[in-house]
């Protein structure tokens, strides 16, 4: 598709529930980025992939925090015993492959908004 | 490490007129790209400008530009004709060529007052 597919827009967990995002990146890109934006301000980096292999993992809480992005399906992020502080919009982004040019642009998906209550 | 400042929190102006939103980053690599990017209310996350590190001239996007000043790390977005359809959070963004992430700002609140 031409744009980043994030479902759901919205999902509300009780406090220790697990949480799952999916995240459709653009036909033809190979990274895809996690990021979290509490409050509407700053932009928490999490992950990123090339195609299915891990890319950078180091904004990943990993006790409670997975992620995956396998071959013919969405990718996923996974929060296990959601906290009050995860609350959150997590967005996924996409950008075009190859070398030196891989940061060209991100595109954006609409974001999750996750409320934990 | 890679860091982006945006200090104006809040910005307004009027109508038509023209608003400078400011950004400073801080790094040690060579080649990188920087960007503007512009979240309404809806919060899609829309690319407003996109400037090369390598490009000495100035990127414009009809009613936005960009004020790169490599050697100073500074890359303002002017936007002229200001319209309410502007008003949005406007986040600065710096991204090392083939590197692992994008770093953001933390953004500037800008409202367009009719």
């Known amino acids: 598709g031409e744009e980043v597919a994030q479902t759901p827009k919205h999902l509300v967990r009780g406090e220790g529930q697990k949480a799952k995002l999916y995240c459709a990146p653009i036909?033809?890109?190979?990274?895809v980025f996690w990021y979290q934006q509490v409050l509407k301000n700053e932009f928490k980096f999490l992950i990123s992939?090339?195609?299915?292999?891990?890319?950078?993992e180091t904004g990943m809480p990993k006790e409670r925090f997975s992620a995956k992005c396998l071959p013919n399906s969405p990718c996923s992020l996974e929060i296990q015993a959601t906290k009050l502080e995860d609350s959150a919009v997590y967005f996924c982004?996409?950008?075009?492959?190859?070398?030196?040019?891989?940061?060209?642009?991100?595109?954006f998906g609409s974001g999750t908004q996750l409320s934990v209550l | 490490a890679q860091t982006v400042t945006q200090s104006q929190p809040e910005m307004s102006v009027q109508e038509a007129e023209t608003v400078t939103l400011s950004c400073t980053y801080d790094?040690?690599?060579?080649?990188?790209?920087l960007f503007w990017y512009k979240q309404p209310p809806s919060r899609q996350m829309i690319l407003v400008i996109r400037?090369?590190?390598?490009?000495?001239q100035n990127a414009t996007e009809n009613r936005f530009s960009v004020n790169f000043q490599k050697a100073a790390k500074s890359f303002s977005l002017k936007i002229s004709d200001s319209q309410l359809g502007d008003t949005a959070m406007y986040f600065c963004a710096f991204a090392p060529t083939g590197g692992n992430q994008f770093y953001f700002g933390t953004g500037t609140s800008l409202t367009v007052i009719p």
């Open positions: 790094t040690s690599e060579s080649n990188y790209y």
């Open positions: 036909k033809g890109h190979s990274y």
């Open positions: 400037q090369e590190a390598y490009k000495q």
């Open positions: 982004a996409s950008s075009q492959p190859g070398g030196s040019r891989t940061n060209e642009k991100l595109f």
């Open positions: 992939f090339q195609n299915e292999n891990v890319f950078d």
